[in-house]
């Protein structure tokens, strides 16, 4: 339990910024370390705009959020996510359910509820972009069975 | 002097025209003082003279839109947390000489007390602004006004439905300004029992007795 939540808090500082750092400010965490990024321009992105769905490129590929998610922190206190995509609310968001799979603890029993470890969605669900190639490839997805 | 004699009223040749001016200076000064204090202690400058307010609310405040955004167009504390209107903007104020106590007692003096009670001070605002109708966010967001083709997908989606349903801003915006307090969204063990958060369909005072110290 304490490493989970050692390990929220870190990676929810990571996502979410937390301690407030304007953009400009040198990044120094509130016990005073400064980050090894600097000054990079990592979170200073424009997130995308809502567009219609790009569609997957591969079987099981996790979808792509075809929405903006400016401002959208996942802390230890809140995820943002969750507050439209979970099985609750989703009926009333209209949002797209959280996946069965993502129920199930590292033994692969169902949980009641959605894993901690899935907790941090930006870690398989990115914003989509129309993003062309930077090498040319002749990549094509496996067929699905039957096909 | 017989002229003007003619023309003052009793009253006034009873306690002496000096003193009738001298009154009228004094209301000019009083109410000049007293409004001028009232809109001093109603700037952003005043709000984050306090550590306890600049060094939690304000530094998260500024990640967000209503600090800084593509027009520069920026609302400061007062225009969320103090009402317009002459009438509740006093009551505010007076009940606001209760953080004056808590200022002086240190009640949220650490990061660490702050976070302990960010849930009931959330839920202190979230209450009073569902209870007015989100009237500081409609000073400047108004329905009426709302270009729904301008909006993303989403909000074009929700915004008529929610104020078909009734909803207020609030219902929906919570922690934009700042970082939400812990909230039992029923993922893990984590924040179990903490804050429910509530989206307009059941009211404030039902999440309040839910609330617990999430403080671990």
């Known amino acids: 339990m304490r490493l989970i939540t050692a390990l929220a808090l870190a990676a929810g500082m990571l996502l979410g910024g937390v301690g407030g750092v304007s953009a400009q400010e040198l990044r120094v965490n509130e016990i005073g370390i400064e980050s090894i990024e600097g000054n990079s321009k990592v979170d200073m992105f424009r997130p995308e705009k809502d567009q219609a769905t790009i569609p997957r490129n591969f079987q099981k590929q996790p979808p792509l959020i075809p929405h903006s998610i400016k401002g959208y922190n996942i802390t230890q206190n809140f995820n943002k996510c969750m507050d439209c995509h979970s099985k609750e609310r989703a009926d009333e968001t209209g949002a797209t359910k959280v996946a069965k799979s993502h129920y199930l603890d590292r033994e692969d029993k169902k949980q009641a509820n959605i894993s901690p470890r899935r907790y941090f969605c930006m870690q398989c669900h990115v914003p989509q972009f129309d993003a062309k190639p930077l090498v040319a490839n002749t990549y094509k997805p496996a067929t699905k069975k039957g096909e | ?216």
């Open chain 2, 1 to 216: 002097m017989m002229s003007l004699d003619k023309f003052t009223p009793a009253w006034v040749k009873r306690i002496g025209l000096v003193t009738v001016l001298g009154l009228f200076v004094a209301g000019i000064v009083f109410w000049g003082g007293f409004n001028w204090a009232l809109e001093s202690t109603n700037k952003e400058s005043f709000c984050i003279s306090c550590h306890e307010m600049e060094e939690n609310v304000f530094r998260e405040y500024q990640n967000t839109v209503h600090y800084t955004n593509r027009t520069g167009v920026r609302a400061t504390c007062p225009d969320c947390h103090v009402p317009k209107e002459w009438g509740p903007k006093m009551i505010r104020k007076i009940q606001a000489s209760n953080e004056v106590l808590h200022k002086i007692l240190g009640t949220i003096d650490t990061p660490e007390k702050f976070n302990a009670k960010r849930g009931q001070l959330a839920q202190n605002e979230w209450r009073r602004m569902k209870a007015n109708d989100s009237q500081e966010c409609r000073n400047c967001h108004r329905y009426d006004y709302m270009d729904y083709t301008e909006q993303g997908n989403r909000a074009a989606k929700q915004h008529p439905q929610a104020f078909t349903e009734g909803k207020t801003c609030i219902d929906c915006h919570k922690g934009i300004a700042h970082q939400l307090p812990a909230i039992d969204q029923h993922i893990g063990k984590q924040n179990d029992g903490a804050v429910a958060i509530s989206h307009g369909e059941k009211p404030a005072e039902a999440a309040k007795e839910e609330e617990k110290p999430a403080a671990k």
